[in-house]
C-alpha cells in the first residue's frame, strides 16, 4: 500500500460493503483452479475478527483464514485479492489504534512467507514473531524474502 500515514484504515476496516456475499464465477480457469464456482467474499472485519483469535506463539496463514471462511459459509473458495488487502488493511488498522490491537504479525502468506507490506515491513514482523519464539529464516539472493521455519508445526487451528 502506499501513503499509509495519509489513511485511514480503521474506517476502511468498519466501512459498510455489499460483503459478506457468494458469487458464482463462471470463467472456466477459475473455476478449476479452486475446484468450484461458489466465490465467497468477507468483509474487512471479519479477517480481523479471526486475526485476533491467533494466540502468542502461534501463526496461521492468509490461505488458511480463506478456507475457513470457504468452509464457513458453503463456498468453493474465498476470494484471494480481497483476502490479502483486508489482512493488509487490518494490520494498519491495528498500528493505527491505541488499544484493541490485532496481532497481525502472526498471519503469514502461503508457506510461512512474512509480509513486507505489513507496518515497519518484513523486519518489524520478524522481530515480533522471533519475541514470541518462533524462527525466522531468510531466502533469497537478490530478492530476499523471510519464512518461519517449520511454521506448519505452530499452526492455529480454526474452527
Request: charged residues 30%; without cysteine.
Amino acid at each position: 500500500m502506499a501513503n499509509e500515514d495519509k489513511k485511514d484504515f480503521n474506517a476502511m476496516l468498519h466501512r459498510a460493503t455489499d460483503m459478506p456475499r457468494i458469487q458464482l464465477v463462471t470463467d472456466a480457469a477459475t473455476v478449476q483452479k479452486y475446484g468450484g464456482a461458489r466465490m465467497y467474499f468477507a468483509p474487512a472485519a471479519d479477517y480481523d475478527a479471526v486475526m485476533k483469535r491467533v494466540p502468542f506463539g502461534k501463526v496461521l496463514t492468509v490461505g488458511k483464514i480463506r478456507e475457513y471462511f470457504a468452509r464457513k459459509n458453503g463456498a468453493d473458495f474465498t476470494d484471494p485479492i480481497t483476502a490479502g488487502i483486508f489482512v493488509s488493511i487490518s494490520a494498519w488498522a491495528s498500528a493505527q489504534r491505541q488499544t484493541d490491537e490485532t496481532p497481525y504479525w502472526r498471519t503469514l502468506k502461503a508457506d510461512g512467507e512474512l509480509n513486507a507490506k505489513y507496518p515497519g515491513g518484513a523486519e518489524a514482523q520478524r522481530a515480533r514473531l522471533e519475541a514470541e519464539g518462533h524462527t525466522v529464516i531468510r531466502r533469497g539472493r537478490t530478492n530476499i524474502r523471510y519464512y518461519v521455519q517449520d511454521y506448519e508445526d505452530a499452526l492455529f487451528e480454526l474452527e
